[in-house]
């Protein structure tokens, strides 16, 4: 590798980490001759150069967060410096291994020393915490254990606090790793203390257990299960079960509170097979009443409104329980999209010629020429798309830059602000005006059996070469409205660039259905996947 100086002070000598916004590298200082470790902040392709220079002041804001911690279980922050057009920060090098790597190398970790671990992870938080620091990426990817032992949590890179400049994260620019992403996270965009704490459980689940509790084949299903189902059995866990089941409770304020879990993981370090009682009552009936009748989330936007008659929830009819599936039944990344030049959204037939539904707004009715649509250019007609007051009944917020968008072929959505909007037959495309990302929706008929029709569609054009490099992700079922399935998978474009796409099918009525689908560059889709969760929710058809 040809070592490169960094602001003619920090020589370049191997590259030890990459991750979705940025590779670390291991360097030289040449000044103080001591090893430190590079982080190289490499913006996603597709992003504007004001939003590069919002990276940037977001990459400072990271160093100063770091910075402001001093405690031993902390990576410490050293410098940051711009070279090459690019942020550099230079940090502490640790000899180490991360926790992900030793589960890889030794499998899964007994429960004693997953909790002594924790313990130490536990004391980062609660001293970020304390600096109103929130980490917002707790994962054993960002958990190193030093050849001598010491235990330290790294990659601020997500991390705000109060009274910075916060608001240079914005909603929707990256979201963690969807594995460890707490639930009100994943759907609403919360950020707090207990945020933290669910990821840390998590993490402590994946080391005891050797798998995260909520691993599935592909993003969609992983947040899908994080939205409706409970953490996976634990097998493993043994005296750690007390403090994870605390953890990882979906209603935030049943969860443990750090000052609530270190008692719990202190037992299990010491290998006691009961729970040390924590110093708050309802934390404790929390997790005694695991795997008994969920408490009602009080948080969930989607929630039915109290029945007045009963004082209880409200019974849905069929129609709207089946929606509220849709809506919590499946975010995707939280891995959380969209298609370069000569890259499409919406799968379609070739020589399909059944007619678009009435009122699609115009567009051309012939029959597509390339296995996608939207995959051109927008055509002069295309129009912007306005913002526009939410809804009147609108359960949630969209976060900033996009609006809800009312289709004239029957189904609401929310949209980017400005993204140029057009129609292809029966597909209503979305695209941002100077750039490659596209969103689609199609109307066509019901599949009797979604997941057959996706199987068909992967075998036409895998079988005709219109999806070089081809790789599945997932094909499977969602219970959703009357029927769906989720195709998800990636291929190399025209431009020889590797490109990722998630695609949903969902029956909506005994002789309709409409394919949602998004898709982006394979190095961009983890950022933007973290945008389908709020697409998901808000897609309405009218039934």
């Known amino acids: ?11 370049l000598l191997d590259l030890v980490g990459t991750g979705g916004m940025g590779r670390v590298w291991l360097a030289r ?6 090893d430190v470790a590079v982080k190289e902040v490499v ?11 919002e990276l940037r002041l977001r990459t400072l804001r990271e160093a100063r967060t770091a910075a402001r911690l001093n405690h031993p279980n902390v990576v410490r922050i050293y410098d940051v410096v711009h070279d090459r057009d690019s942020p550099w920060i230079v940090m502490e090098y640790v000899q180490s291994r991360s926790v992900q790597q030793i589960i890889g190398d030794e499998g899964p970790l007994s429960p004693q020393r997953t909790a002594r671990i924790g313990l130490a992870v536990l004391a980062a938080l609660r001293a970020a915490h304390s600096a109103g620091v929130l980490h917002r990426d707790v994962k054993p990817h960002n958990v190193l254990v030093a050849d001598d ?4 949590l790294t990659d601020f890179g997500l991390a705000t606090f109060d009274g910075g400049d916060g608001a240079m994260t914005g909603p929707g620019t990256v979201l963690g790793s969807p594995q460890f992403v707490a639930p009100e996270r994943a759907r609403e965009g919360v950020s707090n203390p207990r945020t933290d704490l669910w990821s840390l459980g998590a993490t402590l689940y994946a080391m005891v257990e050797g798998r995260s509790p909520y691993a599935r084949s592909s993003a969609m299903a992983t947040l899908s299960a994080l939205a409706t189902e409970p953490p996976d059995p634990m097998r493993r866990a043994g005296p750690l079960r007390p403090a994870l089941t605390g953890l990882l409770q979906r209603d935030p304020w049943r969860r443990l509170t750090a000052g609530e879990a270190e008692p719990l993981l202190r037992s299990a370090a010491a290998g006691h097979d009961g729970p040390v009682e924590p110093a708050r009552s309802s934390a404790v009936a929390a997790v005694r009443s695991a795997g008994r009748a969920a408490a009602p989330d009080p948080i969930d936007p989607l929630s039915p409104p109290d029945d007045p ?36 959204l919406a799968l379609v037939n070739r020589g399909d010629d059944r007619p678009p539904p009435s009122g699609t ?24 798309v306005p913002s526009v007051p939410p809804p009147a009944g609108a359960r949630y917020r969209l976060v900033a830059g996009w609006t809800w968008h009312d289709d004239p072929a029957g189904f609401r959505i929310a949209v980017p602000v400005a993204w140029l909007r057009w129609t292809e037959g029966a597909v209503t495309c979305f695209r941002e005006a100077d750039g490659p990302r596209v969103l689609s929706v199609e109307a066509g008929p019901a599949r009797p059996d ?31 409205f009357e029927g769906g399935a ?58």
């Open 450 to 480: 979604p997941v057959a029709y996706w199987r068909a569609e992967e075998a036409r054009l895998t079988g005709g070469e219109a999806l070089p490099g081809y790789r599945r992700v997932d094909i499977s079922a969602l219970d959703i």
């Open 29 to 34: 200082d040449e000044m103080l001759h001591r």
């Open 361 to 384: 707004g115009g567009g051309s009715t012939t029959a597509r020429p390339a296995a996608f649509a939207c995959a051109t250019p927008p055509p002069p007609a295309a129009t912007p």
């Open 486 to 543: 989720i195709w998800e998978c990636g291929w190399e474009n025209a431009a020889g660039e590797r490109v990722h796409s998630f695609r949903l099918l969902a029956n909506t009525s005994p002789g309709r259905a409409y394919t949602v689908s998004w898709l982006t560059k394979e190095f961009d889709w983890q950022v933007n996947a973290t945008y389908l969760p709020m697409i998901r929710q808000s897609f309405t058809p009218a039934l």
């Open 1 to 11: 590798m040809r070592q490169l100086l960094i602001a003619g002070r920090y020589q």
């Open 149 to 152: 032992g010491r235990v330290v």
């Open 309 to 344: 008659a009963t004082g209880g929830p409200a019974t849905l009819p069929r129609s709207r329980r089946r929606r509220r599936l849709l809506a919590l039944g499946g975010t995707a990344t939280v891995t959380t999209l969209l298609a370069a030049v000569g890259v499409t």
């Open 43 to 53: 913006p996603p392709s597709w992003l504007a150069e004001t939003e590069r220079a």
